[in-house]
């Protein structure tokens, strides 16, 4: 585990177990790998990297570096979660300059050294993340934005503009790490029968296109797919026991995948395919009908995407809710309207109209596509 970083951000919990700290220069073996340790801070004080290199194959130079939140393919880690999500003030300027140094640092290394990063695309760790799982050092130093800023005071600016919202669950995840996770239930996932009445919260996991056919009434639709932990973690409460709707094949890995995060009060699970009493569904719509529908005051149309999509462009006369901050803001959305729900694609805007739903607000439409396809339609956009 790092030792690096002031002391608000040690692992306090490790003094339990057998472990080993780690530094800056640090180095360990797995049989014949060899791991050196970098101290890579910016998106945290105590951010490591690993370089590897592997002495059963002869070789005297790392063959690739694990840049864990801190070198991403074609962008780096965000150095204003602890501000923002965790209240450490002023952290968010001084993680840009230690993010700029640890850059100069990596550069110096050969260009052939493979990239490991331990997030890609639709992670909240970054603006821009790429989708292809790993890179080259060389490839990023050519292609990688962060590489190409030299000056440290633009590279701050850069770094820290449009920066995405931050995620709910990253204070409680600097808590967990800090602290330690509790032990987790032994006993295996019980299998229900029927729909739970009591404090919990009812996830379904199926696809959008299932749920908005039919659906238990009152449960919130999060489609287990690359983005699933990250919306978990932004509309679960860990206070709330989790009861899951999904398929018995993949109820391990989502159940790991709440794990991830923190979130281990998964109390029972329905199987999907046995799912029969559907008491509600809602309606997908094309783009021409929602301009068609805004016409009319009877009508109030959800923007739920983050705030930099909101400013490059929004549909008129739409209202600007980001889907992780929706619920916190239902009292501001009136009752006695049809609602029409939309983000860029139409995934994240399903997940919001199963949370209008789940919160009392059934007269509610999706729109197909989005806002990526209202713009290929022709249709009007407002900046």
Same mark, same amino acid.
């Given at each position: 585990?790092?030792?690096?970083?002031?002391?608000?951000?040690?692992?306090?919990?490790?003094?339990?177990?057998?472990?080993?700290?780690?530094?800056?220069?640090?180095?360990?073996?797995?049989?014949?790998?060899?791991?050196?340790?970098?101290?890579?801070?910016?998106?945290?004080?105590?951010?490591?990297?690993?370089?590897?290199?592997?002495?059963?194959?002869? @070789?005297?130079? !790392?063959?690739?570096?694990?840049?864990?939140?801190?070198?991403?393919?074609?962008?780096?880690?965000? /150095? $204003? %979660? +602890?501000?923002?999500?965790?209240?450490?003030?002023?952290?968010?300027?001084?993680?840009?300059?230690?993010?700029?140094?640890?850059?100069?640092?990596?550069?110096?290394?050969?260009?052939?050294?493979?990239?490991?990063?331990?997030?890609?695309?639709?992670?909240?760790?970054?603006?821009?993340?790429?989708?292809?799982?790993?890179?080259?050092?060389?490839?990023?130093?050519?292609?990688?934005?962060?590489?190409?800023?030299?000056?440290?005071?633009?590279?701050?600016?850069?770094?820290? @503009?449009?920066? !995405?919202?931050?995620?709910?669950?990253?204070?409680?995840?600097?808590?967990?790490?800090?602290?330690? /996770? $509790? %032990? +987790?239930?032994?006993?295996?996932?019980?299998?229900?029968?029927?729909?739970?009445?009591?404090?919990?919260?009812?996830?379904?996991?199926?696809?959008?296109?299932?749920?908005?056919?039919?659906?238990?009434?009152?449960?919130?639709?999060?489609?287990?797919?690359?983005?699933?932990?990250?919306?978990?973690?932004?509309?679960?409460?860990?206070?709330?026991?989790?009861?899951?709707?999904?398929?018995?094949?993949?109820?391990?890995?989502?159940?790991?995948?709440?794990?991830?995060?923190?979130?281990?009060?998964?109390?029972?699970?329905?199987?999907?395919?046995?799912?029969?009493?559907?008491?509600?569904?809602?309606?997908?719509?094309?783009?021409?009908?929602?301009?068609?529908?805004?016409?009319?005051?009877?009508?109030?149309?959800?923007?739920?995407?983050?705030?930099?999509?909101?400013?490059?462009?929004?549909?008129?006369?739409?209202?600007?809710?980001?889907?992780?901050?929706?619920?916190?803001?239902?009292?501001?959305?009136?009752?006695?309207?049809?609602?029409?729900?939309?983000?860029?694609?139409?995934?994240?805007?399903?997940?919001?109209?199963?949370?209008?739903?789940?919160?009392?607000?059934?007269?509610?439409?999706?729109?197909?596509?989005?806002?990526?396809?209202?713009?290929?339609?022709?249709?009007?956009?407002?900046?």
């Amino acid at each position: 585990m790092s030792d690096e970083g002031d002391k608000d951000w040690k692992y306090e919990y490790v003094q339990n177990y057998e472990h080993e700290l780690l530094k800056d220069g640090s180095s360990f073996s797995a049989g014949n790998v060899l791991f050196d340790v970098i101290h890579t801070p910016g998106h945290t004080p105590e951010s490591i990297s690993f370089l590897l290199t592997d002495k059963g194959g002869g @070789a005297n130079e !790392p063959m690739g570096i694990f840049s864990g939140d801190f070198l991403f393919v074609g962008d780096v880690g965000r /150095p $204003d %979660l +602890l501000e923002k999500a965790a209240g450490a003030a002023g952290s968010s300027e001084t993680g840009a300059k230690d993010m700029f140094a640890s850059l100069r640092k990596v550069e110096e290394l050969p260009d052939f050294l493979q990239v490991w990063p331990a997030h890609g695309a639709g992670s909240a760790c970054g603006k821009s993340l790429g989708a292809v799982p790993m890179s080259t050092l060389g490839y990023e130093k050519k292609f990688n934005w962060a590489f190409q800023i030299k000056e440290e005071a633009q590279f701050i600016d850069e770094l820290l @503009a449009g920066q !995405p919202e931050p995620p709910k669950y990253f204070a409680q995840m600097k808590k967990l790490n800090k602290q330690g /996770p $509790d %032990l +987790l239930r032994k006993e295996e996932t019980s299998k229900l029968s029927a729909p739970v009445k009591n404090n919990a919260v009812t996830v379904d996991t199926r696809p959008a296109d299932e749920f908005s056919n039919g659906h238990i009434e009152g449960t919130l639709n999060i489609p287990y797919n690359k983005s699933f932990t990250n919306w978990a973690g932004w509309l679960l409460s860990y206070e709330k026991d989790i009861v899951l709707i999904a398929n018995e094949e993949n109820l391990d890995q989502i159940t790991r995948s709440l794990q991830s995060i923190g979130l281990d009060q998964v109390t029972g699970y329905f199987d999907s395919n046995e799912l029969a009493n559907h008491t509600e569904s809602y309606e997908n719509i094309e783009p021409e009908h929602a301009k068609k529908l805004l016409e009319s005051d009877e009508y109030y149309l959800l923007d739920v995407r983050s705030q930099d999509e909101w400013n490059n462009g929004h549909i008129p006369g739409a209202h600007h809710y980001m889907l992780g901050n929706l619920e916190d803001n239902m009292e501001e959305i009136p009752k006695d309207k049809t609602l029409m729900a939309h983000c860029a694609s139409g995934a994240r805007s399903a997940i919001a109209v199963s949370l209008l739903q789940a919160n009392g607000f059934k007269d509610v439409l999706n729109v197909r596509g989005g806002f990526n396809a209202w713009k290929e339609k022709g249709l009007p956009v407002k900046k």
